[in-house]
């Protein structure tokens, strides 16, 4: 079994369309899931983008989907924290926005295993492995990669894999059905 997802964009609204494919020709398609975007701009596409994607996949398949960190970002803006009154007047130090964490050193290594054996079964080199995978991820550097995108990025690579084999097995396949 195999899945793809076709980009439907119209109105502000990014859309999603789920198929899912079966060795044995068949087929199950699903409207496209909407979602609307917030800014209009790369980032507000992207982020509309993931959120449907995994929506539209999650209810294709009927499971639910791991935490939700786009969410925010493809239906609402940013909340501004509430403001808080005081009676004292004396002056505040401003805050500094915290930094994303790092993806730890385990994080890092899965990631390299990952496209190690994506490198091996589709006879890339690993360079190009990395460079396309992070491209596809939205992943601007792995020195100092965030566990975000650390998180972007290991879906993108489970997913090239999975493409990867189910691509091997098909034409395994094949080649029995020839004997």
């Given at each position: 079994?195999?899945?793809?997802?076709?980009?439907?964009?119209?109105?502000?609204?990014?859309?999603?369309?789920?198929?899912?494919?079966?060795?044995?020709?068949?087929?199950?398609?699903?409207?496209?899931?909407?979602?609307?975007?917030?800014?209009?701009?790369?980032q507000g596409y992207g982020s509309a983008e993931t959120y449907a994607r995994r929506y539209s996949l999650s209810a294709a398949f009927g499971i639910s989907s791991d935490?939700?960190?786009?969410?925010?970002?493809?239906?609402?803006?940013?909340?501004?924290?509430?403001?808080?009154t005081t009676r004292s007047t004396s002056a505040r130090k401003p805050t500094r926005p915290t930094a994303p964490k790092l993806a730890t050193k385990a994080q890092t290594d899965e990631l390299k295993k990952l496209m190690e054996e994506i490198s091996q079964h589709s006879n890339q080199d690993l360079k190009v492995v990395a460079k396309n995978s992070m491209a596809k991820?939205?992943?601007?550097?792995?020195k100092n990669i965030s566990m975000q995108d650390a998180g972007y990025l290991k879906k993108e690579l489970d997913t090239e894999l999975m493409e990867i084999q189910q691509a091997n097995e098909k034409d395994s396949d094949a080649a029995f059905a020839g004997l």
């Open positions: 079994m195999s899945y793809t997802q076709a980009l439907i964009t119209e109105d502000g609204r990014v859309g999603i369309s789920t198929i899912i494919l079966h060795k044995s020709g068949e087929f199950m398609a699903f409207d496209p899931a909407y979602v609307p975007v917030k800014k209009n701009d790369a935490v939700d960190d786009d969410g925010n970002a493809a239906s609402q803006e940013q909340s501004k924290p509430a403001r808080r991820a939205k992943v601007t550097s792995f």
